[in-house]
């Protein structure tokens, strides 16, 4: 056979290569090596990483000399940064002794003989140099570890514990930390952490922090529930009693404040409107408008705890930032036009158009427009004057803050509702057309009834409100997750870690609890945690207080509210109306810079269909579009031809050379394929296509029109480097078998690189129940570098 071009003779240096004063292994020798091997390295004989005989246990042998015998004792080692953190730690180290790997490149530990990784775990032995004598009574034993009964209460934990318990009580044991059931019930309950280091230098901060954000959002629940929600204004103030005191008890964010949001209460609106439009109740009907608030409170809770418990954090991650800016913005829109209503003093021409009340932003404009004329003055100079105070202190403190801090103390919105109130009652605006707030009370009359909110009674409330729960879970999850990641950079307790499943059961707790009195759906939002941590809140114990604050308030100063102006109210909700539109622009402006033009149509998308339709076809479609852009990438293989940089051994995606081919060079007669990433059933389907693909051109950009343009002996080797295949599920190992099946039938030789975690992965054994190894021709086709096998290429094409 001829010899490999000299392309392939330039690889630089043994890559495997034995050190100079290593000796020989010795073992059965291989029936396919060459009698003169060519001059790819200076002694190269043909073996595999995986063979029985492998480079592992030589390495082994010569770093160590040989394993350990039970002849020596285990030594006692002290645990520092160079001890094997887990007994399931294989193939990362030089064996050292019995119990310590040393971290080494050119070695494995999974082979080496005597390493003692599958005996018993240290629970169940007991060392003889420690704890026992020899045979004799004369010192200590040999050093073989002699078994114990587990106790009762040993065995019932091992049934109840998770394999991750199980690696952290190995890893505490081993590094000398007392392992309790307290320190992971203190990591589910934070507040068994901050309550046992929480010291009285923390509350002053956090008492001025809660009354700071209670004199600002109390007044804003009011009118979330009132204006959005069209549910009981006390039931706002119930979303700030029970959801941020359990919060504070179970959240991993210390400074994050729980309360209602506009996205949420306007969904439950929407929800509202919903049921009265199928006829469940009238519009005045409050007892009913209150339930459906506490349904699609419980069932957004419920939602989010099944989420936490089944491990689903990981979906703060699903939606795209277009996506939420998209909808943020289309809410404010929604919030925006919506108010216009109320603060014109235009609700009485509402009631009599029912249509109108329930339409979309566009026929709420066309209304507006077409009744000018009939604007209440007063009411509209309220509302106007106190969205521009409210503006104007707001820009004034964003201004001054960063060289005054304490302006951030200024409860700017508080102060405008009791200077209105009083204005209210002093000139008696009520009998002069302004709307007030009047009585607030519970609907049923009972301050913090209980109402389970999944009675028997509820099924058709349930079913009609269960796509509304589902997107206000999803949005305020979404919007929680963003807000304590923002916060959680600079926490006063070392022992409380962020965590989203944590949030999420955190979350879900809350609002269950909040649905079973009636309240609004309540999530972490970060305006309202800025302003707390702006003015010394650092503990959840401002959380706490806040839940104390409202909770006197409604007790105590609901009377007093009752000359309360509803135009001021939905002028707080304009202004953060104002807020969720103003970075738009900035976002615009950036992807229009990166031409990202999938991200501005959709963004348009949600945005036009929300304002033209409505806010729960937006969501549906802008939940879609970004689902099924998640499925399309993780679909798609991302498989890679590689060649070789000219004078080195380094292999470099080919993709990235199309405009310099001179810049990489293709070993004749094989085709290096990458698979960078795990196979399972999602990205296997097309996996197929993607390799013919690059067999017939070289790339996945070429058109499969085009034709033939790599000829067949071009793939007369085909090798795969498999290093980022770090699993492999029973479909993905289905199709990689039909592949190698495939190729084997054609005549093309195939060989496996870099298999992560050698023989005791579950890729491994997962290719060796399927058959490929035995396809391929035996372990001695699966070689530790893509060097290695060309090196083979070479040897069993001059065979």
Not at 81 to 100: N, Y
Not at 173 to 179: A, E, I, L, P, S
Not at 215 to 227: E, F, Q, R, T
Request: charged fraction near 20%; aromatic fraction near 10%.
């Amino acid at each position: 056979m001829p010899s490999r071009p000299s392309s392939l003779r330039s690889i630089p240096g043994p890559l495997n290569s034995n050190p100079p004063n290593a000796q020989a292994p010795t073992g059965p020798t291989h029936d396919h090596a060459p009698a003169h091997p060519s001059g790819l390295r200076q002694s190269y004989t043909v073996s595999s990483s995986y063979s029985s005989t492998s480079d592992f246990e030589r390495d082994g042998d010569e770093d160590s000399g040989a394993g350990p015998s039970n002849d020596n004792p285990v030594r006692s080692v002290t645990p520092n940064e160079r001890t094997g953190l887990l007994s399931q730690e294989r193939g990362h180290g030089t064996f050292t002794d019995a119990r310590t790997v040393s971290p080494s490149n050119a070695s494995h530990a999974d082979s080496l003989p005597g390493f003692p990784f599958d005996a018993p775990t240290d629970t169940d032995l007991d060392f003889s140099p420690y704890n026992s004598e020899s045979p004799n009574g004369e010192g200590p034993a040999s050093g073989k570890p002699k078994h114990k009964r587990k106790s009762w209460k040993r065995q019932i934990s091992s049934h109840i514990t998770t394999q991750k318990m199980h690696t952290s009580r190995d890893l505490a044991r081993r590094h000398g930390v007392k392992d309790t059931p307290g320190m992971y019930l203190s990591y589910y309950l934070p507040v068994l952490v901050w309550a046992r280091e929480y010291s009285w230098s923390y509350f002053k901060g956090d008492f001025i922090a809660a009354l700071t954000v209670a004199g600002m959002y109390v007044p804003m629940a009011l009118s979330l529930a009132d204006n959005l929600a069209h549910v009981p204004a006390i039931n706002g103030l119930y979303s700030f009693v029970w959801n941020p005191l359990i919060y504070a008890l179970l959240g991993s964010c210390p400074a994050l404040i729980v309360g209602p949001e506009a996205a949420g209460s306007l969904l439950v609106g929407a929800a509202v409107k919903s049921s009265v439009d199928l006829g469940r109740g009238g519009d005045e009907d409050r007892v009913l408008h209150a339930k459906i608030c506490g349904i699609v409170a419980g069932m957004a809770g419920a939602m989010v705890f099944a989420a936490g418990v089944a491990r689903l954090g990981f979906l703060d991650s699903v939606l795209s930032r277009p996506f939420l800016r998209g909808f943020i913005s289309a809410i404010g829109v929604v919030i925006a036009v919506d108010q216009l209503i109320p603060e014109l003093g235009l609700n009485h021409l509402v009631a009599k158009h029912p249509g109108i009340g329930h339409g979309s932003s566009v026929e709420k404009l066309r209304f507006i427009l077409g009744n000018l004329d009939k604007v209440h003055k007063l009411t509209a100079v309220v509302a106007g004057t106190s969205f521009v105070v409210i503006m104007v202190c707001r820009e004034i403190k964003r201004r001054m803050q960063p060289r005054y801090p304490g302006v951030a103390y200024v409860p700017d919105r508080f102060l405008v509702v009791v200077l209105t109130s009083f204005l209210a009652y002093w000139f008696q605006w009520d009998k002069k057309g302004v709307a007030v707030l009047g009585t607030v009370e519970a609907a049923s009359h009972q301050t913090f009834k209980f109402r389970w909110p999944f009675q028997p009674s509820n099924m058709q409330l349930i079913r009609d409100t269960m796509g509304t729960s589902f997107l206000i879970a999803l949005l305020g999850f979404f919007e929680s997750s963003v807000a304590a990641k923002s916060l959680s950079s600079s926490e006063p307790f070392a022992g409380i870690q962020l965590s989203a499943n944590r949030e999420l059961v955190a979350l879900g707790v809350a609002n269950f609890v909040g649905g079973c009195f009636m309240s609004l759906p309540a999530f972490g939002g970060y305006g309202r945690s800025k302003v707390n941590k702006a003015t010394g809140g650092k503990t959840p114990m401002s959380s706490i207080l806040l839940s104390l604050l409202t909770l006197f308030t409604i007790l105590f100063l609901l009377p007093y509210l009752y000359y309360l102006p509803k135009p001021v109210l939905s002028a707080l909700i304009s202004v953060v109306a104002w807020s969720l539109i103003e970075e738009c622009p900035h976002d615009i402006t950036f992807f229009l810079r990166l031409r990202a033009w999938p991200e501005l149509a959709l963004m348009a998308i949600i945005l036009l269909s929300t304002i033209f339709f409505s806010l729960t076809l937006g969501m549906a479609i802008g939940v879609g579009l970004s689902l099924l852009q998640v499925i399309r990438n993780a679909t798609r293989p991302r498989i890679q031809i590689l060649g070789r940089i000219p004078g080195t051994n380094r292999f470099e995606n080919a993709e990235f050379f199309t405009d310099s081919p001179d810049r990489l060079e293709f070993i004749e007669g094989c085709l290096i394929v990458k698979i960078p990433e795990p196979l399972t059933f999602a990205n296997t389907g097309e996996l197929k296509s993607r390799l013919r693909r690059l067999e017939r051109y070289g790339t996945n950009e070429a058109h499969p029109a085009l034709p033939r343009l790599r000829q067949e002996d071009s793939n007369k080797n085909i090798i795969f480097d498999v290093h980022g295949v770090t699993s492999m599920d029973g479909s993905g190992t289905q199709v990689l078998e039909e592949i190698v099946r495939g190729y084997r039938e054609r005549g093309v030789r195939v060989f496996f690189s870099r298999v992560p975690g050698g023989k005791d992965s579950e890729v491994w054994k997962m290719m060796k129940r399927s058959g490929i190894v035995d396809l391929v021709g035996g372990e001695g086709h699966f070689v530790s570098d893509v060097g290695e096998a060309l090196k083979m290429t070479e040897v069993e094409q001059e065979e």
